[in-house]
């Protein structure tokens, strides 16, 4: 073709970039790599091929880590992680610096060698993935630096055990090793069995910048490896991103080992144009955020919901776009679109869309056609899809947009979030009143308004609901690699005997139920033996008092978390004021219950505590690297289910139920199973307060029977137990089900100013990121 031809039809021909580099760095490793254990390599056993998917054809074999070099690693990284930690900040500081450095050293050959191994556009591996994680590396370096001062009194958790998939190889590692290491934990990673190689050339880097041996360990191998280290008793923290199947078994695993869990999972992200859009922007947006990495992101933009009146000219707009889209070599400079991760992945995506077209899907695919050398999908447009279908619901992780019309903004909205998952959304509008409106009231961790895939370090990113808990990046993400002990008492509580009536008997013993004292449902009844040597009887609650409860928290979320926190914290005083009216009865039940007046005390103060705190636990905004803004809001999460502990009665349960409900929570709470009458004596109190009915809600009853109930229901959003040790391990199980946040604790001294403050308020709250760019 001459220039003139060239120049009179604009025809893009190949620009591909040299893989020379890579190829020369595999090639003088033999194509062969063992796993980083302890600053050496370990061969191990057996191993298997990664392929490439621009060609189908293999490129190295990598090691399958087994139990013994789990073993090794965890020994490697548990002798380095006393000395990394007792390094001071700016120790930490340089090395991670370092890393960052040698990241922009050699970003082609990363670039490059992630292009191969994965099958994403070089455009994409050189502009955006390799960036941001030398990106990573410097904000923490940073964080590592001023944690002494700004995270005075936490503690490093440990050994991290940290599993990540195949979409963002060399970024999610960054996202998981980076915040790790800077808060003085030390790592055992392992890279998904399709793209294991920039991993293996990261080990190389942590050698060449001189990191202490065992810091950082990389294993790989399949789901067997990441099983071992998710089991292996020496791991204090497991850091997982990947599918919700998986996430799901991990929270089975990981429950009642004490060990700390984040869950980045999947998602099936709104994505919504309002009538007022910058059309043009928005559906170059949309190519951006259903396209990019082939659709391979968790936090794709695959549900497009666009309003009615323009809906036709949108949907013409983005099946002319899709014609000029290009599908083909990754290494390809010009290409927009590179290869899926694997056959078995091409599989899924040509099954699902298969089975949205059969549902009555309106399938589009642009003309031409796929490259036929690898593994190849083109994108894909699926409208008039019904909300309800099989494709509108489940996530593809593939090219595929599915497209629905919505009429008002609150349809927007209750379409966005009529999904399992909730990790981010795109909202398109010129009218900012309305966008960031609908903004707060997605259920999701990242809201872009008038954009979309805007990454860095600097912005938490992360779930709600069932696209896991946890978050990567900001000071928020920092807190899941530390920890805050909790202050622990250390003489253990008189307790009363408790037992269950096997018959019915007449008098009625109450629950407190959406504003009310509500008769138990099954009519039986619990007798204390108190300590004063008398009797009392308490509702036995059921399964169906548990059910009628969440159903008033859930009524009530709606209006409670949208009240201001002046609001709120003008309940918790009046709140106070009522304790103190009340307090001869509530002293005498807390003595009977072998408590006292200082322990009313107490429980008053923590009152005003949470009064406090009700107007004052801020967001942020936080300083990403684009023009605009970015803030965050800390959310409440919905019901959260609480089940207290049986000492201190009083106090525990208020300083567990208080900094829920001062966060916008609605709370349904099981009180003390041997002392509960303090929390019954409570109800009245209640009903002469100002607090909303069904805001919060009491069940009491045996522990083993109720927190069960509570602990499965698909309506409770976070479960905070601190009962029995045991009941813990099975609640933490149950919860895997809607994958509700979890948080335990025993033995706590609960008069100690440790036992209230932003600590719980951060356990009652889920990070919301929202992206404001503006400007040109
Ligand atoms: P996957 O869950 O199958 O695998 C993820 C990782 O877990 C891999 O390293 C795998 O080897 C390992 N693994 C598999 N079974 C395991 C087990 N039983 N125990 C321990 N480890 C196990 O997911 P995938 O197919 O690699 O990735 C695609 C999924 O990841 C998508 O569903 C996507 O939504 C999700 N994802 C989420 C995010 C996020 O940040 N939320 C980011 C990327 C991908
Ligand atoms: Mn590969």
Known sequence: MSVKEIFKSMEYGPAPEASDLAEKWLEEHSRDFACYIGGKWVRTETGF????????????????????????????????????????????????????????????????????????????????????????????????????????????????????????????????????????????????????????????????????????????????????????????????????????????????TGKKLSLELGGKSPFIIFQDADLDSAVEGLVDAIWFNQGQVCCAGSRLLVQEGIAEKALAKIRERMEKLRVGNPLDKAIDIGAIIAPVQLERITELVKQGKEEGADLFQPSW????????????????????????????????????????????????????????????????????????????????????????????????????????????????????????????????????NEDPIDKTH?????????????????????????????????????????????????????????????????????????????????????????????????????AAWADKFDGQVHSTAQKGFTYTMNEPIGVVGIVAPNEAPLLSFLSLVLPAIASGNTVVAIPSESAPLPIVELYRILEMSDLPAGVLNIVTGLHAEVQTYLAEHDGVDAIWHFGDPAAQARAEMLSAGNLKQTWTGHSIDWASNKSEGTHFLRHATQVKNVWVPYGE
């Open 49 to 256: 091929e990664t392929l490439n998917p621009g060609t189908g054809k293999p490129l190295a074999k990598v090691a399958q880590a087994t139990k013994k070099e789990v073993d090794l690693a965890v020994e490697a990284a548990t002798a380095a992680q006393k000395k990394w930690a007792r390094l001071t900040g700016f120790q930490r500081a340089k090395y991670l610096y370092a890393i960052a450095r040698q990241v922009q050293k050699h970003s082609r050959l990363f670039a490059v060698l992630e292009t191969l191994d994965n099958g994403k556009p070089i455009r994409e591996t050189r502009d955006i993935d390799i960036p941001l994680v030398a990106r990573h590396f410097y904000y923490h370096a940073g964080w590592a630096k001023i944690a002494e001062q700004e995270l005075a009194g936490y503690e490093p958790v440990g050994v991290c055990g940290q599993i990540i998939p195949w979409n963002f190889p060399l970024l999610m590692l960054s996202w998981k090793i980076a915040p790790a290491l800077a808060m003085g934990n030390t790592v055992i990673l392992k890279p998904a069995e399709f793209t294991p190689l920039t991993a293996l050339l990261f080990a190389e880097i942590c050698t060449r910048v001189g990191l202490p041996a065992g810091v950082v360990n990389i294993l790989t191998g399949d789901g067997e490896t990441g099983k071992l280290i998710v089991d292996h008793p020496g791991i204090q923290k497991i850091a997982f991103t990947g599918s919700t199947e998986v996430g799901r078994i991990l929270r089975k695993a990981t429950a009642g």
């Open 369 to 500: 056609s796929c490259p036929t050398e690898g593994w190849f999908y083109p994108p894909t447009l699926l409208s008039n899809v019904s909300p309800a279908s099989t494709v509108a619901q489940i996530e593809i992780f593939g090219p595929v947009l599915v497209a629905m019309t919505f009429r008002t903004p609150k349809e927007a909205v209750d379409l966005a979030n009529n999904t399992v998952y909730g990790l981010a959304a795109s909202v398109w509008s010129e009218n900012l009143n309305l966008a960031l409106d609908v903004a707060s009231q997605i259920k999701a961790g990242t809201v872009w308004v008038n954009s979309t895939n805007l990454f860095d370090a600097a912005s938490g990113f992360g779930g709600y609901r069932e696209s896991g808990y946890g978050r990567e990046g900001g000071k928020e993400g920092l807190y899941e690699y530390l920890k805050l002990p909790f202050a622990h008492r250390t003489a253990t509580a008189k307790t009363s005997k408790v037992e269950a």
């Open 510 to 610: 109450k629950q407190y139920i959406a504003g009310k004292q509500a008769r138990p449902d099954g009519g039986y009844s619990l007798t204390l033996h108190l300590l004063d040597k008398t009797t009392e009887e308490v509702a036995r609650g059921n399964r169906k008092d548990v059910r009628n409860a969440v159903e008033a928290a859930q009524a009530a979320f709606t209006n409670w978390s949208k009240t201001n926190g002046h609001l709120r914290a003008q309940i918790h005083y009046y709140l106070a004021e009522n304790l103190q009216d009340e307090s001869a009865s509530l002293e005498k039940a807390l003595a009977r219950s072998g408590s006292g007046k200082q322990e009313l005390e107490q429980a008053i103060e923590r009152v005003f505590t949470y």
